[in-house]
């Protein structure tokens, strides 16, 4: 009989349930099928004016009703139907009742600019709008609802009451790395026995005017406007910066036995993870790339494997300058000459940086990778940059067993989170 | 669990409207005058204003400074001297494994950029062009940094040198619980050895009463203590940061305790069912008092608004336990809030003594016994609730 503990003794995590929503489409499904097949999600922006904007494109969700409303409402849906197809695909519980806590990365959350509008305009101000005019307008007390939706903990209290999750949900943001940290907490929570089952959410619906501009203050975007399906090109030599977009991944964690004893299909394993911060700088990675071959090396010590016993890395890949040539520094340091051979992609080159949600959506397409022993290629790579020679799986996705994945994240902030994943338990 | 270790605290920043350090607010506790609020300046609201503070002393680089908004600069200073106060200044082989969980709201915002847009937008042919034109002259490029949560972590990082791991949680007052309970709960199940857990607020902004405003929770002048007349949140600027540390891994570096973490509990009620917050929040009490109320209070941190706090207030009444208001002296500071209780929590288990009551919060009552034990209580504004026990370490 299996054993229910790892190499460490600890309870060993799987996921039962897995969901997802991009810009490609919502659910596991659609999106494989797009994601094999190499197709973009990426598109010209319609959901705010473009005019004057030095980036107008984006991998916005634009079919949901929510789409277009705030950020907290588009962010909250995404996350409801990712977790509503994991928790239907794990069978766990009962309709409303989650047996374990959830763990929820959100994107930014703030009022928004037509709260802003209305406040000013029903403050019937004389002069120049000040705060003090909005704050009047506030105390009416006619939009009392807006208190709660612009709260960071809405999203995550909403899903909680929706899904029936026990306790205080987490709310959490390491930025680009929040997805394998809201799973990470799930992991951990499971190892030290606090719970058997965890709901791991990551969701980011916020691609707004203003926070598409605060990224270009921070010339962080792609400016290949003309093209919008061709702008993402992680590892390629004429990468110009990433793509926002938006979606959601969620996950089903159990720990084994707890699986087993219930009879649940098992999907993947979560053997390891690491984590390293970074006090380089707020927006970019050492160049040394120190902190990431930490972070992928805790990831390796706590799965207790080798760097060669990784088959594919699901590479952050976020198509900016900077990032690609850190994380080939990095990988090379951890992997040595091996990493020219070992296939690595970006999901980054189609959907896009869906940012808070990327790791958990990264995570998610992992998990298919190894049930489907097909890799899905990182599109757009015409131009190799020579100075980061790898096999990126360009352009065409790749039938080849694999059976660990390494998921890679790194935060702004310097935040960084790496996630290993099986097929089945050892 | 009987395999779980002990959770030190050994090291604590706190800034507040009270000061800066522990015997600052020793100090200012101990002699019970009016609380320090400003009732003029963001009129009609009451806030507990910071107390005036040399952030070069803790942040040395005014480049670094500069890329901070108020509330990252309080938590960052707060940040630094609780590393002081442990003895890790400087440490560069500790604080490369110590984790950090930072409690968070952000997006402090330019508030004279968009109070210019909305004066004019709404003249414009087309307002949403006329938006994206301002947003994109007027706007800093670090501002974005100042706004995002987990920047004050990576604020942490990059002045201190914090970087074993970083992990930020937001959701107002219960991030604050959850920050400190994860680093415990890490701790005590012996995988992580040392944790610097805390939050900061920034509550002098217009744009952070605006949320409140909304629902009409903040506290409007004349300011009132919170437990006997809960009228409204009376927000305060603060900051606090608690060292965590396995009792193995502190003795071996030759730090002190300054007390012991025992629990942390963070809990939810169903806020629209009659009696839930109390009955939870009783059950929480009873579970961290355990079979012991000798040296024991509670040091609650009420936010204030009325309906939790009326809970609270009836759950900690039954008790029968001696009280204080953390919220009184310091002011809310919302995902803080619970970071700074237990700063203050820990503050007076070390020194044996609970300190005076506040005149007009009739629960508060003179405690003249040798304080061992303090209970942390804590019902977010909307949701969210939290208890917290720290004890002396003989």
């Known amino acids: 009989m299996a054993s229910y503990t790892d190499k460490a003794g600890r309870p060993i995590v799987v996921v039962t349930g897995a969901g997802m929503v991009t810009s490609l489409g919502q659910g596991k499904q659609d999106n494989w099928a797009k994601l094999i097949a190499g197709k973009s999600g990426i598109h010209r922006i319609t959901r705010f004016p473009i005019d004057g904007l030095r980036t107008t494109i984006a991998g916005t969700v634009d079919f949901l009703a929510e789409s277009g409303r705030s950020a907290p409402d588009l962010s909250e849906e995404l996350a409801s139907l990712a977790a509503a197809e994991a928790i239907a695909e794990s069978g766990i519980g009962s309709k409303g009742n989650f047996p374990g806590p959830l763990f929820c990365a959100v994107p930014p959350i703030e009022i928004e600019w037509p709260q802003r509008r209305v406040l000013a305009q029903e403050s019937a101000a004389n002069g120049p709008i000040t705060y003090d005019d909005l704050l009047r307008a506030a105390e009416a007390g006619t939009h009392e609802a807006w208190h709660e939706r612009f709260l960071y903990g809405s999203i995550a209290d909403h899903l909680a009451d929706k899904f029936g999750t026990r306790g205080q949900p987490i709310s959490l943001s390491t930025a680009c790395a929040s997805g394998n940290t809201s799973i990470q907490l799930g992991i951990e929570a499971i190892r030290r026995g606090d719970c058997e089952a965890a709901l791991s959410i990551a969701t980011d619906g916020s691609v707004t005017a203003e926070a598409l501009i605060r990224f270009s203050l921070l010339s962080a975007l792609s400016t290949n406007n003309e093209n919008p399906e061709a702008a993402s090109r992680p590892f390629s030599k004429n990468r110009d ?22 009879g649940a299909e098992i999907i993947g ?36 494997v080798t760097p060669d016993d990784i088959d594919y890395i699901n590479a952050h890949g976020t198509s900016t300058p900077e990032n690609d040539r850190m994380e080939f520094t990095g990988m090379s340091a951890v992997f040595g000459e091996r990493i020219g051979s070992i296939p690595l992609s970006s999901n980054k080159s189609m959907i896009g940086h869906t940012l808070t949600a990327a790791a958990a959506i990264e995570a998610v397409i992992s998990l298919l990778t190894i049930r489907n022993g097909r ?52 | 669990m009987s395999d779980r270790r002990d959770v030190w605290i050994t090291g604590i920043g706190l800034v507040s409207s009270l000061g800066e350090g522990l015997e600052a607010h020793w100090t200012a506790l101990s002699t019970p005058a009016k609380p320090a609020v400003d009732e003029t300046t963001y009129a009609p609201y009451v806030l507990h204003p910071l107390a005036k503070i040399d952030f070069d002393q803790q942040i040395p680089k005014r480049g670094d400074q500069r890329q901070m908004e ?39 915002r330019d508030q004279t950029v968009d109070g210019a847009i909305l004066t004019d937008i709404e003249k414009q042919p087309n307002p949403e062009v006329f938006l994206s034109e301002q947003l994109q002259s007027n706007l800093r490029p670090t501002l974005f940094l100042a706004q995002l949560s987990n920047l004050l972590a990576g604020n942490i990082s990059i002045v201190h040198g914090v970087t074993g791991s970083s992990r ?10 959850d920050a400190v309970r994860i680093g415990w709960s890490r701790i005590a199940a ?81 806020r629209g069912e009659p009696g839930a917050i109390e009955a939870l929040v009783d059950e929480m009490i ?39 208001s953390v919220t009184d002296r310091v002011g809310h500071s919302l995902e803080a809030q619970m970071p700074v209780a237990l700063a203050l929590a820990a503050l007076a288990v070390s020194k044996g003594k609970l300190f005076a009551p506040l005149e007009g919060e009739t629960l508060e009552e003179a405690f003249e016994g040798t304080l061992t034990r303090a209970i942390v209580t804590g019902v977010g504004h909307w949701r969210g609730e939290g208890v917290a026990l720290v004890e002396r370490v003989d």
């Open chain 1, 241 to 262: 910066g990433f793509i926002i977009a938006e979606g959601a991944g969620a996950l089903v964690l159990e720990s084994l036995e707890h699986a087993m004893a219930r």
């Open chain 1, 269 to 304: 394993v979560l053997e390891g993870v690491g984590e390293m911060a970074d006090s380089f700088h707020r927006t970019r990675s050492s160049p040394d790339a120190k902190p990431v071959i930490g972070c992928m090396r805790a990831a390796l010590a706590d799965a207790g």
């Open chain 1, 375 to 426: 890799i899905p290629p990182t599109i757009n790579y015409e131009i190799p940059d020579p100075a980061i020679p790898l096999d990126v799986v360009p352009n065409v996705a790749r039938d080849t067993q694999v059976n660990r994945v390494m998921s890679n994240s790194f935060g702004f902030g310097g935040q960084n989170v790496c996630l290993l994943l099986t097929g089945e338990p050892a």
């Open chain 2, 70 to 108: 108020p509330w990252q600069r309080i938590g960052t200073y707060a940040a630094g001297l609780a590393l002081d106060s442990a003895g890790l200044k400087g440490n560069k082989e500790v604080l490369a494994t110590t984790d950090m969980v930072v409690a968070a709201g952000g997006g402090e």
């Open chain 2, 168 to 177: 930020t949680f937001m959701g107002e007052e219960s991030s604050g619980t």
């Open chain 2, 190 to 270: 012996g995988t992580s050895e040392i944790a610097l857990v805390g939050g900061a607020y920034n509550a002098e902004r217009r744009d952070m009463l605006l949320l409140f405003a909304l629902k009409s929770v903040a506290l409007h002048s004349p300011w009132a203590p919170v437990l006997a007349d809960p009228k409204g949140v009376p927000t305060g600027s603060a900051g606090a940061f608690l060292v965590l540390e396995s009792p193995e891994h502190a003795m071996a570096r030759g730090a002190k305790p300054i007390a012991k973490l025992s629990g942390v509990w963070s809990e939810r009620a169903k």
């Open chain 2, 286 to 324: 009873r579970t961290a008092k355990g079979d012991v109320s000798e040296g024991t209070a509670i040091l609650s941190a009420a936010c204030g608004a009325p309906e939790p706090t009326s809970a609270e207030v009836a759950a900690i009444s039954r008790s029968g336990l001696p009280v204080r």
